[in-house]
């Protein structure tokens, strides 16, 4: 890390200037004279450009090969691998007449017998009466949610629920919308016994209460405690059945239990397959590698570092593939452009995905990432932080991380503002 960081990722020419660029107040005067209507639509993106909070579509680093992915939600590498082009083209060989176009929605002629037969196969291996093939995870919670619950029904949700199943339930018939404090039991029992109490026609078990919990929380990396929240809600529905789960299971599929067909399955059986199990190698090494670097106490005491999941990971019988790194705040960026540096691609989370003040660094481990790559990537966390313990301390001169201060010259030459910038 001596002299001048010449990745290409942090120069004027990469991916990242346009990212930061979509980001910045557009201040051309000519558009004053543009039409009102045009005119609004770009003070309301200022908004967000002021806040650094635009979501713009960018080249991805890692999709150049430039970098190790550990952002991507291709958790298994089937996408990089070629797996799935390769599963592609074999099945679609074998059913030569399959339509490519459905020439209307499935209920106005739209339908044909192949994605029937899909669902099928979906629902038997989940072990459920029947499957729906959505366009995206997002548009299946928000169908879900608004189809449902029925009038005089009350959904509970975990405080961390996806932004997908909110729009949903903002839609839905449901009388009342309750949360309870993220993957806590004795909140979720409290909140059930209050609805309880308070909802004559759900204590007689003529209306519902409909849970939506998340198997794995995309921005935690946390597991809900599904067991338990099921055991408390058969105790206090005193048999009438009226308390459902709706389990979103888009971070775990594939991930956790027989043949990865999620958490739900997983309940009770132990069976795990290679892909997964050379995740819970990544994780454990990256646990490992973490929390017995000698400054990892010093991270913790000073406040520069902090990895929730890090807590107790020893006694946990499966280790997610998602870890949420908290530097200090102001600090974010500084990690952020010090791994790209070194060629690790991780994803910054600001608000509005989560709230002011708890931005983090998103890292997921992948089939294809190796034990070398996580175990560099640890050091290379320690490496930064040895940097701003440096600065913090006036060892140096320097006001700003070695990478985030190359970035930070060409951002004022071209007038640019935000990202941590000093």
């Known amino acids: 890390m001596n002299g001048s960081i010449q990745?290409?990722?942090?120069?004027?020419?990469?991916?990242?200037?346009?990212?930061?660029?979509?980001?910045?107040?557009?201040?051309?005067?000519?558009?004053?004279?543009?039409?009102?209507?045009?005119?609004?639509?770009?003070?309301?993106?200022?908004?967000?450009?002021?806040?650094?909070?635009?979501?713009?579509?960018?080249?991805?680093?890692w999709q150049t090969k430039n970098a190790v992915d550990f952002c991507s939600n291709d958790y298994l590498s089937w996408n990089t691998t070629g797996l799935i082009?390769?599963?592609?083209?074999?099945?679609?060989?074998?059913?030569?007449?399959f339509s490519v176009a459905a020439g209307g929605s499935r209920v106005m002629e739209g339908n044909y017998p192949y994605i029937e037969e899909t669902e099928a196969e979906i629902a038997a291996a989940h072990g459920a009466e029947a499957g729906?093939?959505?366009?995206?995870?997002?548009?299946?919670?928000?169908?879900?949610?608004?189809?449902?619950?029925?009038?005089?029904?009350?959904?509970?949700?975990?405080?961390?629920?996806?932004?997908?199943?909110?729009?949903?339930?903002?839609?839905?018939?449901?009388?009342?919308?309750?949360?309870?404090?993220?993957?806590d039991v004795d909140s979720f029992r409290e909140t059930l016994l209050a609805i309880i109490d308070s909802q004559p026609l759900i204590k007689q078990g003529k209306r519902s209460i409909i849970v939506a919990v998340e198997s794995i929380y995309s921005m935690e990396g946390d597991v809900c405690p599904l067991l338990d929240l099921v055991e408390i809600a058969e105790e206090v529905s005193h048999g009438h059945g009226n308390i459902q789960f709706v389990v979103d299971e888009t971070?775990?599929?594939?991930?956790?239990?027989?043949?990865?067909?999620?958490?739900?399955?997983?309940?009770?059986?132990?069976?795990?397959?290679?892909?997964?199990?050379?995740?819970?190698?990544?994780?454990?090494?990256?646990?490992?590698?973490?929390?017995?670097?000698?400054?990892?106490?010093?991270?913790?005491?000073?406040?520069?570092?902090?990895?929730?999941?890090?807590?107790?990971?020893?006694?946990?019988?499966?280790?997610?593939?998602?870890?949420t790194v908290w530097p200090r705040q102001k600090y974010i960026y500084w990690l952020y452009l010090h791994l790209l540096s070194c060629s690790f691609f991780v994803l910054p989370v600001k608000q509005p995905i989560v709230p002011v003040g708890e931005s983090r660094l998103r890292i997921t481990f992948h089939a294809e990432n190796t034990p070398a790559q996580v175990t560099a990537l640890v050091e290379q966390i320690f490496t930064w932080m040895e940097e701003v313990m440096d600065i913090e301390q006036g060892k140096t001169q320097k006001k700003v991380t070695r990478a985030a201060g190359e970035v930070y010259v060409w951002m004022k030459q071209e007038g640019l503002r935000g990202f941590g910038m000093v």
Request: hydrophobic share 40%; aromatic share 8%.
């Open 7 to 61: 990745n290409p990722m942090l120069s004027k020419a990469g991916a990242l200037v346009k990212h930061i660029k979509s980001q910045q107040i557009d201040r051309d005067e000519a558009k004053k004279s543009h039409p009102t209507f045009y005119r609004n639509l770009e003070e309301a993106l200022d908004v967000r450009r002021g806040t650094q909070s635009l979501f713009s579509i960018v080249q991805s680093n």
């Open 251 to 323: 971070h775990s599929t594939g991930l956790i239990g027989p043949k990865g067909y999620g958490l739900v399955c997983e309940l009770g059986l132990e069976a795990e397959i290679a892909g997964q199990e050379s995740i819970q190698i990544l994780a454990r090494t990256f646990f490992e590698a973490l929390t017995s670097h000698p400054l990892w106490p010093s991270a913790q005491e000073k406040g520069l570092l902090s990895v929730p999941l890090a807590a107790g990971w020893e006694e946990r019988p499966y280790l997610t593939h998602i870890v």
């Open 132 to 183: 729906l093939i959505t366009s995206s995870a997002f548009d299946a919670n928000v169908m879900v949610w608004t189809a449902l619950p029925r009038p005089g029904d009350v959904i509970v949700y975990d405080a961390l629920v996806h932004a997908s199943t909110h729009e949903g339930m903002e839609r839905s018939l449901a009388i009342r919308k309750t949360e309870f404090l993220h993957n």
């Open 85 to 97: 082009r390769t599963h592609f083209l074999d099945e679609l060989s074998r059913y030569p007449d």
